[in-house]
């Protein structure tokens, strides 16, 4: 059996889109667990009206902590493997099942992920992020992980529930702790990346942008010191990560017009990277736009 964790927060309007596309996953045993936090909408009457008792739900007092969230459904899990989707997503027919068939033909690897598309109401914005397509590789993503060249989006990630033993739960001192979670996952097992695009991730206005907010790279930041600090990556690493961190909250900070805040993190940017060439540019443009008022 796979268990499949959605955590949810005033999504009504686009449940019935996300739990449907799970459902029509063929040919797997699974269950759904949703943990509502708190919603003030109609979560409960759009998860009561399918009527499916493959479905668990359960409402938890409001804390906006996906990370608590995630790790009650989990302990509450019954399935081999675990899966997650978020509740404004969708998955496309058969994601299940053919991560499930890498996962039984590699019993060397512990999770599986693939690509996503990216759309906003009728409008397709991204068509994949990962560039290749039709392609199957069944081997550790760490190193692209600490070193930015890849990114895991956590409503592809099916893994076995065995991995835990090693990685341990979410962190729930983070809000979402999803990076740190599938950095330590992906330091222990060797992933199955399935290049095709078997998510289709939905923007709207109440959700985050493709930018993180300023919190997860609050949360990105520790993820990398922790990591630095039980030996998991090198200085040099760790100094490239501070660099991104802080060159993108200023950029946060610029989009604000609060420039102090965005030139004092550019400059702890340079700190740990002085090669970082759209550091010095966004720098001399904050100067600029400052200027004009």
């Not at 493997?81 to 019993?107: C, H, N, V």
């Not at 990114?151 to 835990?164: A, D, E, F, H, Q």
Request: charged share 30%; hydrophobic share 35%.
């Amino acid at each position: 059996m796979v268990s499949i964790i959605l955590p949810t927060y005033n999504r009504g309007a686009f449940l019935q889109d996300c739990i449907g596309s799970v459902l029509q996953q063929k040919g797997v045993d699974f269950e759904l667990i949703v943990v509502d936090d708190g919603s003030e909408d109609d979560t409960s009457e759009v998860v009561a009206a399918f009527g499916d008792e493959r479905i668990r739900y359960y409402r938890r007092p409001h804390t906006g902590y996906t990370s608590r969230m995630k790790n009650f459904a989990i302990r509450r899990c019954s399935g081999e493997f675990l899966a997650f989707i978020d509740s404004d997503d969708m998955w496309k027919a058969g994601k299940l099942d053919l991560q499930l068939e890498l996962l039984a033909a590699r019993p060397d690897i512990g999770f599986s992920i693939t690509d996503i598309t990216v759309f906003r109401e009728n409008t397709i914005l991204k068509e994949d992020t990962y560039g290749l397509r039709d392609t199957v590789e069944c081997v550790s993503i760490f190193s692209r992980l600490a070193r930015n060249r890849m990114l895991v989006y956590n409503p592809t990630l099916v893994m076995r529930k065995s991995c835990l033993d090693r990685t341990g739960f979410f962190d729930e001192s983070m809000r979402s702790g999803d990076h740190d979670f599938n950095m330590r996952l992906a330091y222990h097992y060797k992933a199955g990346v399935i290049y095709e695009p078997l998510l289709m991730r939905r923007l709207h206005d109440s959700n985050m942008s493709e930018e993180m907010s300023f919190e997860n790279y609050a949360e990105y930041l520790s993820t990398f010191e922790r990591l630095y600090q039980g030996e998991m990556i090198d200085r040099n690493c760790v100094k490239k990560a501070r660099g991104n961190a802080f060159f993108k909250l200023g950029e946060l900070y610029a989009g604000e017009r609060r420039w102090r805040e965005a030139r004092k993190n550019y400059f702890l940017a340079l700190k740990n990277d002085l090669f970082h060439g759209r550091c010095y540019r966004s720098l001399l443009k904050s100067w600029s736009l400052q200027g004009r008022g």
